[in-house]
């Protein structure tokens, strides 16, 4: 029963959503964060603040534990083979910048491919564009269709001798669709190529087990789950990240500098240059260690139950016209619309003003609303904390709409 799996209050957990009744539906954007990150990151200022793997003293000891503990967190939470593998960075787009700038300007050969899908955000194209403009490598787009489904046979046709690297979000950010990167893996792999995964959509509401899938590389940001903003996670494969040559240069990525020469560090550094972000990856930590509490089974579960009600509300509503799939669960959590003749930024605004945050605009991913032929949408997004109540206001604010702005009348 939809009532009994979401009369857990999970709000309480998070001062910004338990100080206010705002609908919070912008979770794809960030996601709020609950008491004991927020708890984690004050508690690494105010007792262990040093800078981690400098000093010798026993409070820098201290943070280089506690930022050293947070990546093996990360390294359990997705299942990587060593802790070397984590790389923290500052969010989803370095993490992608990095495999661009180091990976790809090392192996790229001009006319080589870059395969993409039309779908991707920003973050997940323009990297790999550079990379192609400096290598002379091309980059190729997988289209959608109009439900936002890639088939196997698109893949098999995209992915050829000729592919290097395909780059693909698990879950895209507009139509929140699930997409089949199992597939695109092993026919990657059958050709020698590598696979990136954007799974900026995907690590905060569902188990992502990087040994299971195979990818080659896995990029996610912290601030979408429930973790601080400004840390990132970049997952490599070690034979790969060993061979990639830094990305960054300055301290703390080397093991000795001469005049002339020097020597970088080993993994996971030699990708860490300068001071790092010890108290967003120490949050982080205490970020994975909540959801582990809470368990994606239900996280999961709640956030299906929700994407339900939200999707089939919205349906009975006169007006209004979902983005993608037209089936409820191929959404995880993710709804895009428009409301006919309602320009979405006025969608937003009159949703503000009743107490629902949603994201309105372009999404940073222009290139597949052009496809899809549909200019700015909004998009309401949901998290495992949100509740029927929410959900409720978002669709009495909807059924709204048209008449305040006039149709109708
Ligand atoms: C699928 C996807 N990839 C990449 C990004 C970029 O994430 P960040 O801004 O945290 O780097 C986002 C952000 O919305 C996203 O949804």
């Not at 790809?104 to 899908?117: C, K, M, R």
Request: aromatic share 8%; with cysteine.
């Amino acid at each position: 029963m939809v009532s009994d799996l979401l009369t857990v209050d999970y709000k309480k957990d998070f001062p910004l959503l338990a100080a206010t009744d705002v609908a919070y539906l912008d979770n794809s954007a960030t996601s709020q964060r609950p008491t004991c990150v927020i708890e984690a990151e004050r508690d690494f200022y105010l007792k262990h603040n040093a800078n981690p793997l400098r000093g010798l003293y026993q409070l820098a000891m201290e943070a280089t534990d506690a930022y050293e503990n947070a990546r093996i967190a990360v390294q359990k939470f997705i299942n990587a083979k060593s802790e070397q593998e984590i790389i923290f960075t500052r969010n989803t787009t370095e993490s992608l910048n990095l495999v661009a700038y180091s990976y790809a300007l090392s192996v790229l050969q001009p006319g080589d491919e870059i395969v993409t899908t039309i779908m991707e955000h920003h973050s997940n194209m323009l990297p790999w564009r550079m990379a192609a403009a400096k290598t002379g490598a091309v980059v190729k787009y997988i289209d959608c269709d109009a439900e936002g489904y890639i088939s196997d046979a698109a893949l098999a046709e995209a992915i050829t001798a000729k592919t290097k690297i395909v780059a693909m979000a698990q879950v895209g950010n507009v139509l929140g669709r699930l997409n089949p990167v199992e597939k695109a893996i092993e026919l990657a792999h059958a050709v020698g190529a590598v696979v990136v995964v954007d799974a900026a959509q995907s690590a905060p509401h569902m188990p992502v087990d990087v040994q299971k899938l195979d990818a080659d590389f896995v990029a996610f940001s912290g601030h979408k789950m429930f973790g601080p903003m400004g840390i990132g996670v970049l997952y490599g494969k070690k034979k790969l990240l060993n061979k990639m040559p830094p990305y960054c240069y300055g301290g703390e990525m080397i093991t000795w500098v001469s005049r002339d020469t020097q020597e970088y560090a080993p993994l996971p550094h030699k990708f860490e240059a300068g001071t790092v972000n010890a108290a967003g990856a120490v949050g982080l930590h205490a970020a994975i260690d909540y959801m582990n509490s809470i368990g994606f089974e239900v996280m999961e579960a709640r956030e299906a139950a929700l994407t339900k009600l939200c999707f089939e509300g919205m349906q009975k509503l006169e007006g209004i016209n979902i983005i993608g799939s037209q089936k409820w669960e191929e959404h995880k959590g993710i709804i895009t619309f428009t409301i006919d003749g309602v320009h979405p930024h006025d969608i937003a605004a009159i949703m503000d003003a009743d107490g629902v945050n949603i994201r309105a605009g372009n999404h940073c991913a222009q290139p597949l609303l052009d496809h899809l032929h549909c200019g700015a949408t909004a998009r309401a997004s949901l998290a495992f904390y949100n509740t029927e109540a929410d959900v409720q206001k978002f669709l009495t604010c909807l059924g709204s709409i048209r008449e305040r702005m006039g149709y109708g009348r």
